[in-house]
């Protein structure tokens, strides 16, 4: 079962509804803040370079999510630790005033103030809970970058405070957690923008059984892909053709790595349809590769290589003048109104999407970074950025097609909404979209339906993390092919 993301808004509902039925709000903090002292205990006890923890702070907020940081204060007094309370002015729900209450039972110091002038083993922050949508003012603000600059493990309750759940956009800064013990439900900012940053690992709490009404917004793509074992009597015709579109006189590199990826991911056949000029280069990189030259191919020609085909990428390199849109509508009519083909829109053909509009067939898929959604949206890519899951609905809603949008924490919306989880700042580097858009092609082309489009995104990140292994700086896209070659036979170990 894919592990669902929740909306702020229907969690908080859920909620109530889960009050409405006569149960406690206080009893609730009190088993959200027992499990995860108890889970921090674990944490400690199990992790060698956490041993010594010993004298913890707990950074507490005038919300609920203080009043959870209260008890869990009180909890880990109970399991022998030193702890100490930091807060802002009390609030008035009454479940708050109860945490309090306890806390002081437990004769834990709490200070009204944040102003922390020795050192702790750990910090807990409880300032903010998911209900934050608004931009910190410059006290909260300095608050916060006052508790980054402080030694020690750091944890944050529900999401790291200053994180807008639903986007994983800062507002302006956040806590940088190692550890966030998130409450009933996991929240897509957790997950993507700006999020992947700050929460460190992810542990989610969750207490009250689901009811029929509450709806995830999206799934987290699991990282366990095992793609079917190969028939031995199997042949190169068994596993797909993949046709590469692209390479403009000015840029041969791209149509290079798609191809190259297709044939590290399982095809039997790549083709590439580029310029000439690229022709030798391509060949002493890569002889398995078929070639022909685009400019001198007619309409008919194109429909027969169609025809004879089972996946196309099409745009790496293609360029973007004068040249570049003539092959464009050469291509994309085709390519659209084609049935049995599996077509992958990347880079410049996404460009020339944008300005000429077509509802694209279920079989197409489009892969943008964010430059290349706010073009397709006309829009800024701030806007894309501070809200990426409205941006990939928008981008189905305009123009119909399964779309990936690239970056950190990588969406995909297919019939759902997807994210994925693993990837790496390495690999924000020239290329790597052209070797994703390889991928798609070709494990497309093998396995049509019996494999999703997020699955295939992920294999793609997994190989990133394989390449990062040695490190992040200086990945390149055309060394990715062995880690695509391991990844789609091996899987993340």
């Known amino acids: ?21 006569q149960n406690s709000a206080y009893g609730l903090m009190q088993q959200v803040a027992w499990t995860i ?43 022998g630790y030193e702890v100490e309370i930091f807060a ?7 479940e708050l005033k109860q ?32 209900g934050l949508n608004r931009d910190l003012d410059e006290t909260w603000q300095a608050i916060i970058q006052h508790y980054n600059a402080q030694s020690g493990l750091k944890v944050s309750i529900d999401i790291p405070s200053g994180l807008h759940a639903n986007t994983g956009q800062v507002l302006p800064c956040a806590i940088q957690a190692d550890h966030t013990f998130t409450v009933l439900g996991l929240k897509a900012g957790l997950f993507t923008g700006q999020g992947k940053e700050y929460t460190g690992q992810v542990d989610c709490i969750s207490l009250i059984p689901i009811d029929n009404i509450l709806k995830p917004i999206a799934h987290l793509s ?35 790595m798609s191809a190259e990826s297709a044939f590290s991911a399982g095809a039997g056949k790549v083709s590439i349809i580029c310029h000439e000029k690229h022709h030798t280069a391509i060949l002493a990189r890569s002889p398995n590769i078929m070639l022909q030259d685009i ?16 996946a196309v990428c099409f745009g790496m390199g293609l360029g973007r003048d004068m040249w570049s849109e003539q092959q464009f509508f050469k291509w994309f009519p085709k390519l659209n109104l084609s049935e049995h083909l599996e077509v992958v829109l990347d880079a410049d053909a996404l460009w020339f999407l944008a300005l000429h509009p077509e509802l694209l067939g279920n079989h197409t898929y489009a892969t943008p ?49 997807w994210i994925c989880t693993v990837g790496n700042a390495g690999m924000g580097t020239g290329g790597m979209g052209d070797v994703l858009a390889g991928m798609i092609a070709s494990l497309k082309a093998q396995f049509h339906e019996a494999i999703h489009l997020h699955q295939i995104v992920t294999l793609h990140a997994l190989a990133g993390d394989h390449l990062a292994q040695a490190g992040m700086r200086g990945l390149q896209a055309h060394q990715m092919n062995e880690a695509v070659f391991y990844v789609v036979n091996h899987g993340m170990k």
């Open 222 to 256: 699991s990282t366990h892909i095992q793609l079917p074992q190969r028939q031995a009597f199997g042949h190169k015709g068994n596993y797909g053709h993949v046709l590469v579109v692209g390479g403009h006189a000015d840029m041969g590199g791209a149509v290079m």
């Open 369 to 417: 970074h964010p430059g290349e959604a706010a073009k397709l949206l006309q829009c800024s890519v701030k806007e894309i950025e501070s809200d990426r899951v409205n941006a990939i609905q928008q981008l189905q809603q305009k123009y119909a097609g399964q779309w990936v949008l690239k970056g950190a924490g990588s969406l995909i919306l297919q019939d759902e909404l």
């Open 88 to 94: 802002s002015v009390s609030g008035e729900s009454q």
């Open 295 to 310: 400019n001198a191919l007619t309409q008919a020609d194109i429909q027969i290589l169609l025809d004879q085909v089972d």
């Open 37 to 79: 002292a108890q889970r921090l205990d674990a944490l400690f006890q199990s992790t060698a370079s956490h041993k010594n923890i010993k004298k913890i702070a707990v950074w507490c907020g005038s919300g609920n999510n203080g009043g959870d940081g209260y008890c869990i204060a009180s909890y880990l007094k109970q399991y």
């Open 1 to 21: 079962m894919h592990q669902q993301v929740y909306h702020s808004r229907d969690i908080q509902a859920w909620e109530q509804r889960w009050f409405s039925e």
């Open 99 to 130: 945490a309090i209450h306890y806390a002081q039972q437990n004769n834990i110091w709490i200070h009204q103030n944040f102003n922390i002038l020795q050192s702790f083993d750990c910090h807990i922050d409880a300032l903010f809970g998911i």
